[in-house]
């Protein structure tokens, strides 16, 4: 079982609907929560970092929360553009056994916006 | 260069075959780290350097995969014998130095997709 569970598996929206994905984890002991965009072809980029001691985190029409007492965070997007078609992974940061702490990644919501 | 670049970015090899994937990190990053993405999957953690010395090659699936980082800035991939089942996307990222500065980002390259005919 994968310790960072993202849903929907996939979704599919209209442009300048909101949309809420949801990422909940089991991985401890727990460091950072990071979301990614990842589009087609290329390298994920971050989207916003939250500690186990924040609660919500906003870029722009992205915006992050977390509840590290259930293990559970989303990531809310405003206003949606047909540039958000994309994945969004969560990825929680753990303390590997080496002290060093190693990025676990959900397999993703792939988010497609249609005009 | 001002981000993560990757070479190449396809390759296409036949099993059991050897081949070398290069990583070139941002300029002054300590850490650097391996991924292997799978269709459909999110990336999976392999080998993470801080400077020259691998910090944690817990990811690594098995001995035919081995990766270097000599003089502590590019990085090689290196995967011996390989398996249909390697064909994936292999990612780079760097950092400005490891965890646990929580804010610490990793900037990925695009990725060189790894075709095992």
């Known amino acids: 079982k994968n310790q960072v569970e993202q849903s929907p598996q996939s979704l599919i929206i209209l442009e300048g609907k909101n949309c809420t994905l949801q990422c909940n984890y089991t991985v401890s002991p727990f460091s950072n929560l990071r979301w990614y965009k990842q589009d087609t072809g290329r390298g994920p980029v971050s989207l916003t970092i939250?500690?186990?001691?924040?609660n919500t985190k906003s870029n722009g029409r992205y915006t992050a929360t977390l509840d590290a007492d259930t293990k559970q965070s989303s990531l809310h997007i405003t206003a949606s553009q047909l540039s958000d078609s994309a994945s969004y992974i969560c990825v929680v940061s753990v303390l590997a056994s080496g002290g060093s702490y190693i990025p676990t990644f959900g397999r993703g919501t792939s988010l497609i916006v249609h005009p | 260069g001002a981000g993560v670049s990757q070479t190449p970015s396809n390759k296409v090899t036949e099993k059991g075959k050897y081949v070398e994937l290069r990583c070139d990190p941002i300029s002054g990053h300590t850490a650097l780290y391996w991924y292997r993405q799978s269709l459909g999957q999110g990336p999976e953690f392999l080998i993470y350097f801080q400077g020259t010395g691998a910090a944690d090659d817990s990811g690594l699936p098995n001995d035919r995969f081995f990766a270097v980082r000599p003089e502590g800035s590019v990085s090689t991939l290196k995967i011996q014998r390989t398996e249909r089942g390697d064909s994936a996307v292999y990612l780079c990222?760097?950092?400005?130095?490891?965890?646990?500065?929580?804010?610490?980002?990793?900037?990925f390259g695009p990725g060189t997709r790894l075709t095992v005919l």
């Open positions: 990222a760097s950092s400005l130095s490891p965890e646990p500065d929580p804010y610490n980002e990793q900037f």
């Open positions: 939250m500690t186990f001691s924040e």
